[in-house]
């Protein structure tokens, strides 16, 4: 399996985490994939960063701002939301994307962490400010302790869309967002993030963006724009102590 780290998150030993690749095999179980297979995928995905299976949360996405705090029935059944917080060592969260940005959450002081699923529907809702207004009110987290890891996503480069998009991000005032080349929008989700993230109070020297497009690197990436029906990489996080 091929995974890439965030240097940022790197920096905590207390802390196991990894974005996975096209060559990690796919890890989403709605994607007409062949069951058994994801199953094993998972299971080398555990095996590899070393986390008992069994103990992953992942979500139903539904392009939402829902945050999710884990639960002991969450182990079970997915719940449906596209962010997930909590303080419980030994338990790996899954964030499952292909093009949409797929975000890391830690605050070092308090030992919390969470993950995000932010497509442009995401970003537009701000579910990173839900996340970090959970922290705060469920596990009392200060802004300027939590890192923030974004893994690879579509660009701007590729993230073309339609005049009524254009439009809706002028509204929500996220114009500085958007690039028209000749008669065409393109979207940059990652600005919006990175500007949500600071007025949320997140240090800038504590955000890190994986430069990569999903698209662009449809080799290395599952790229929902590129491919059409495909697979999903991760992003994996857990507290070990």
Do not use: W
């Not at 990690?24 to 069951?35: K, M, Y």
């Not at 070393?50 to 969450?74: A, C, F, G, T, W």
């Not at 060592?89 to 940005?101: E, G, I, K, R, Y």
């Not at 996340?131 to 923030?148: A, G, N, R």
């Amino acid at each position: 399996m091929k995974f890439y780290y965030s240097k940022k998150l790197s920096l905590f030993p207390e802390l196991l985490h990894a974005f996975t690749t096209k060559e990690s095999g796919n890890l989403a179980f709605h994607v007409q994939d062949d069951e058994i297979s994801v199953q094993e995928n998972h299971s080398i995905l555990a095996k590899e960063l070393r986390y008992e299976k069994n103990s992953l949360v992942h979500m139903k996405q539904i392009h939402s701002d829902i945050v999710h705090i884990v639960k002991d029935e969450d182990f079970d059944t997915p719940p449906t939301c596209d962010a997930l917080v909590t303080n419980r060592p030994n338990t790996p969260l899954m964030v499952m994307v292909a093009d949409c940005s797929p975000i890391l959450f830690y605050d070092h002081e308090k030992k919390v962490i969470a993950v995000a699923h932010a497509g442009r529907q995401g970003a537009f809702k701000n579910i990173v400010k839900n996340v970090l207004d959970k922290m705060q009110t469920e596990f009392s987290s200060d802004p300027k302790d939590i890192y923030v890891s974004v893994g690879a996503s579509i660009g701007v480069c590729c993230y073309e869309v339609g005049g009524e998009i254009y439009d809706e991000a002028r509204e929500k005032g996220f114009e500085y967002a958007m690039q028209k080349r000749g008669e065409s929008f393109y979207l940059d989700v990652g600005a919006i993030l990175l500007k949500q993230l600071l007025s949320c109070g997140i240090k800038k020297e504590n955000i890190e963006f994986c430069n990569d497009c999903s698209c662009c690197k449809a080799e290395s990436y599952y790229s929902y724009r590129g491919e059409g029906q495909t697979g999903r990489f991760a992003g994996v996080i857990s507290l070990t102590q």
